[in-house]
């Protein structure tokens, strides 16, 4: 029997669907399960069977630089965001064995859920950290997604390379064997993170041996070896030549992964469906992921009283400033794992940048002035009926994400300072995750967050001008200083500047004038009233 190889990636789609766009509050599972669908098919067209998605994190500190792989700092959310594993493999069939993989053919992926488990609470948001927390936290918290994403038959599990209580993940056979495949009944196999068995030890890969017995012998079934992988080999078989690692161990790591090869249907079509070539970056493709940034959108400032709302904007004004590092820029709107790792800066893929997005937006006798960093005398100068500065964080992932202090990066703060000092202003803030805004709040007329957009850059501009109206919710709380953090829903000493759910809303404007004046308002304060309530409600009386 000839062994097909798998071929995986992280998901790099023909448009890249923002790595927070996702998070939307209240979720969207039904959405998700398409941007799922799609991506599936895209990830196909490309050859490549299994993706290492979905990111099933609940990030409980911001300050960690894998926040934005996290559907929320709330499990309940994050639990129903794994719909997603349906829109990649398939709907499981009537009766369907719980546990058992499932991938619906040809058009499909295998889904990977990550990472076991515990990686989003490590302590101060530290990647690969130790996550301190006690069984029952751990399983109330972290765990309760893993449990749903087994239940619909996700193909296979990726551990953390994070610690709990000082216990290494991919050494932790409590966990990995005793919890995930006996107690949860997983059937799929288990694989372990990038050079994740080295990182057992420390310094990593100090005594390579232990490491490849420990991460064996803990149940993982599949090690990811990108370098010296003669030496995994050597190792690994003298540790089953001398019983240390028992014969039976391999079997049901070989068992597991036939499994999901023998689901996919691998050994019937291994190669490449050539007719999928015309999925990639199509045009519903790309739409979907439009809807889904106009749908992630939070407005958490509209207008400096009630009574003066500037959003949404008037396609037909005079002049219109747009500033900010990242108006004009498709790496910083999509982020890290952007073709490149830690994503880079520029036109690094197809797209639409927001400001591309503006001008393509407003009236033709709208004139756009782009000005990366204004200087205060050209912005008090020239009229501008308002501006739209855009600033944010840089590409990062992992470990480079990291952040103390979670601010804005020069110049954008003092672009904010310069023109919303002088001019009626909106900000609409690229970033991963929460930073530290609230020392700016007070000159901004409007605040957006966008989060990471991706690459339909038109989906933000749909929402500024009105053709739809601002209706996402905060899926993690918005702090005020990090100094309060880690900080989420429910804890004792919750004072945000801006808490979980919280999101104004807009209606969809045909037309509006420069001068007209806000419309709905008045709804937007009795929904976020209404959410609010039912929130504290939530809070008080949900079950741990």
């Known amino acids: 029997m000839g062994l097909m190889l798998f071929m995986v990636t992280t998901m790099y789609t023909g448009q890249q669907y923002s790595l927070t766009t996702l998070d939307l509050v209240l979720p969207d599972p039904e959405l998700v399960k398409k941007i799922g669908e799609a991506t599936a098919l895209e990830v196909r067209a490309t050859g490549i069977q299994y993706a290492f998605a979905p990111c099933i994190a609940v990030c409980r500190d911001p300050r960690w ?5 996290s559907f929320s700092e709330d499990y309940h959310i994050v639990r129903e965001m794994t719909e997603i594993i349906p829109g990649l493999q398939g709907d499981l069939p009537a009766n369907y064995s719980k546990g058992v993989p499932y991938v619906a053919g040809k058009n499909k992926v295998a889904a ?3 990472h076991y488990v515990g990686d989003g609470g490590t302590h101060d948001g530290i990647n690969e ?7 029952h936290g751990l399983l109330s918290i972290h765990m309760p997604a893993y ?4 239940i619909k038959g996700v193909s296979t599990v990726m551990v953390s390379y994070s610690s709990w209580n000082g216990a290494k993940m991919h050494a932790n ?8 495949k006996n107690t949860l009944h997983f059937r799929g196999f288990v694989i372990s993170d990038w050079q994740g068995i080295d990182r057992i030890t420390t310094p990593p890969g100090a005594n390579y041996t232990y490491s490849v017995q420990a991460g064996i012998n803990a149940g993982i079934d599949m090690v990811m070896v990108p370098y010296n992988y003669t030496d995994f080999i050597n190792d690994l078989t003298s540790l089953v030549h001398k019983n240390i690692i028992p014969m039976s161990r391999i079997d049901d790591a ?3 992964i036939l499994l999901v090869k023998f689901t996919m249907g691998l050994f019937e079509n291994p190669l490449a469906d050539l007719s999928l070539v015309d999925q990639l970056g199509k045009k519903e493709h790309r739409e979907l992921a439009r809807e889904a940034v106009r749908k992630s959108l939070v407005l958490l400032k509209n207008g400096k009283s009630i009574n003066e709302s500037l959003l949404p904007l008037p396609k037909k004004a005079r002049k219109i400033l747009v500033a900010g590092s990242h108006a004009d820029n498709l790496g910083y709107q999509c982020g890290g794992w952007t073709i490149e790792w830690q994503g880079d800066s520029g036109n690094i893929t197809v797209g639409t940048t927001i400001l591309d997005a503006i001008k393509s937006t407003v009236d033709p006798s709208t004139t756009i002035i782009y000005s990366e960093n204004p200087d205060a005398s050209s912005v008090k100068n020239n009229d ?3 501006a739209i500065v855009v600033v944010g964080e840089p590409p990062y992932t992992e470990t480079a994400g990291d952040s103390l202090n979670l601010t804005l990066p020069d110049p954008g703060p003092s672009t904010v300072q310069t023109v919303c000092g002088s001019v009626k202003c909106v ?7 929460p930073v530290v805004i609230e020392p700016y709040v007070p000159l901004m007329d409007a605040l957006v967050a966008a989060w990471l957009p991706g690459s339909e850059g038109q989906g933000v501009a749909d929402v500024l001008f009105g053709d739809y109206g601002f209706s996402g919710k905060l899926p993690r709380t918005w702090f005020k200083s990090v100094d309060q953090l880690p900080m989420n829903v429910g804890d004792k000493h919750y004072d945000p500047l801006f808490p979980f759910g919280f999101g104004l809303t807009t209606k969809p404007m045909v037309a509006r004038s420069s001068s007209s004046a806000g419309v709905g308002r008045k709804d937007e304060y009795w929904m976020m009233s209404l959410y609010l309530n039912l929130l504290v409600t939530w809070i008080l009386f949900r079950v741990p």
């Open 65 to 69: 630089g894998r926040c934005y792989e």
């Open 173 to 180: 056979h409590d966990l990995v064997t005793g919890f995930l």
């Open 147 to 150: 449990d749903i994403s087994i």
């Open 254 to 256: 070989v068992r597991r």
């Open 427 to 433: 900000v609409v803030v690229i970033s991963g995750r």
């Open 129 to 135: 950290n130790n996550t301190v927390i006690d069984y």
């Open 112 to 114: 990977c859920a990550k």
């Open 384 to 386: 501008f009926s308002h």
